[in-house]
């Protein structure tokens, strides 16, 4: 989406760029929520890498850490009940985590933009589309003027497939359908060019013709400016449509993570099988509806081995007692399983 009166510049996907440095790096993150019944460990000593133009999802059942993941890159977990008990989440060089929030104020939106699930819960229902998305380019750009700035908002309107741009700027969010919102959402987070998109479950419970639309625009953002994506989702068609590399979470910790090909295609982590097989297929004979046995554990009381011991089918003495930490497997992921560790070959 490039900027008003000019052809958006194709971002270059042989550009050395792509395969190399990382944009954002997320190391030893853990947040904890503080509550009367104790800590809750929402993320535990997550780490991972984002390169410039790659579309990395986040992927796991309810409760996995995913959303917990995205507020706290963006420093957005509400504090008390919530902090950042250790980790950096660095952009660039800057340590988001160590930011105030005037100084955070002038990345967020800027550099580091975020599509909230709810779309009609993430706008201010006090102003207009038009109002906040001049105030959002004015915030950034004090040299742009108001006029200037309605003319931008109207030609990010159009981007996102508006054919009237007016008429939504002159609209308040309850005057708009769900959709209508998440598109909005879109064109907000892409107002001021951000380097990182974070974008949490931007089609959960869309039509699937919305999902189609909102889907096309985070690609095209990508094609033409490179962007570069994280995707929280649990919908494995959005992951297989828009996706690049992928993390499995489960418990607050990353159980796999690879090319999303790889992952997809021979999983190696048993939760990962487990979780594509749930996925209903219509091409297959069998129409059992397959399911993961038991409940993720509580994360007020996690057990001393892996998190996933309990429900998982290969489980040994070892998962109960020893927390496995990830290492690489065979296909070219890394995983957090026993299987795959130092001792593996005696149980392969």
């Known amino acids: 989406m490039g900027r008003t009166g000019a052809e958006p510049q194709r971002w270059d996907a042989t550009s050395p760029a792509r395969s190399g440095d990382a944009v954002l790096s997320v190391e030893r993150l853990r947040t904890y929520f503080d509550t009367p019944a104790g800590v809750v460990k929402a993320v535990d000593d997550v780490s991972f890498s984002l390169n410039r133009g790659d579309i990395l999802a986040i992927v796991g059942e309810s409760g996995s850490g995913k959303s917990v993941t995205a507020q706290s890159i963006m420093k957005l977990v509400a504090m008390p009940p919530g902090r950042y008990a250790s980790g950096q989440v660095v952009l660039d060089g800057i340590d988001l985590l160590s930011q105030s929030e005037r100084a955070l104020g002038a990345i967020r939106g800027k550099r580091i933009s975020m599509i909230f699930q ?38 990010l309107l159009r981007a996102v497939d508006f054919p009237d741009p007016e008429r939504v700027a002159a609209s308040y969010p309850h005057q708009m359908s769900g959709g209508m919102c998440q598109r909005v959402g879109v064109a907000l987070s892409m107002a001021c060019e951000p380097e990182v998109l974070i974008a949490d479950e931007p089609t959960t419970a869309l039509d699937v013709l919305v999902q189609a639309t909102i889907l096309l625009l985070l690609k095209r953002a990508h094609a033409e400016r490179g962007l570069s994506i994280i995707l929280i989702t649990h919908d494995f068609g959005v992951l297989r449509a828009l996706a690049t590399r992928v993390i499995v979470m489960y418990a607050g910790q990353i159980q796999e993570q690879g090319r999303v090909d790889d992952v997809l295609a021979n999983p190696q982590h048993p939760y990962t099988k487990a979780l594509i097989q749930a996925v209903p297929d219509p091409d297959s004979t069998d129409q059992r509806l397959h399911q993961i046995e038991g409940q993720p554990p509580d994360l007020l009381n996690l057990p001393a081995g892996c998190s996933f011991a309990d429900r998982c089918a290969f489980v040994m003495p070892k998962c109960r007692s020893e927390r496995p930490e990830l290492y690489e497997a065979a296909a070219g992921t890394d995983v957090r399983c026993h ?10």
């Not at 299987?339 to 392969?348: D, I, K, N, R």
């Open 118 to 155: 709810n779309p009609r819960a993430a706008l201010n229902p006090a102003f207009t589309v038009s109002t906040l998305m001049v105030e959002t380019l004015r915030r950034h750009d004090s040299s742009l003027s108001r006029a200037e700035a309605v003319k931008r908002a109207a030609a």
């Open 339 to 348: 299987l795959f560790g130092p001792e593996a070959s005696a149980h392969q």
